[in-house]
């Protein structure tokens, strides 16, 4: 059997090249009673939940970062094994553009 991941319900993981965003983030988390995880990049942020041994709850993920974007991040974890994929919004695709008889009636 695989070694299957559990979702740690207080684990965020934040994701942003911005350290200030992060930080912030990250404080107002740790008062509300989650405890958080930094990645500056996407690379990073496989790294974390690749050695992390719970999956975090949910993932904040900026999507315009040097290294690797939030887009590739999201392709990645969504072609990674069921035991690593957890909650990380993997089925989010990049914004196509809009047609323009799109969204009326």
Do not use: W
Not at 65 to 84: H, I, K, N, T, W
Request: with cysteine.
């Amino acid at each position: 059997m695989a070694n299957v991941k559990t979702i740690d319900h207080k684990l965020v993981l934040l994701v942003d090249d911005d350290r200030h965003v992060r930080e912030s983030m990250s404080q107002l988390l740790d008062a509300k009673g989650y405890s958080t995880v930094q990645a500056e990049n996407g690379q990073k942020a496989l790294e974390i939940l690749k050695e992390t041994p719970h999956l975090p709850c949910l993932i904040v993920l900026d999507l315009a970062m040097p290294v690797m974007d939030g887009y590739r991040f999201l392709r990645l974890r969504a072609q990674g094994s069921d035991s690593e994929r957890g909650s990380s919004g993997h089925h989010l695709r990049e914004p196509s553009p809009r047609s323009s008889t799109e969204g009326e009636d």
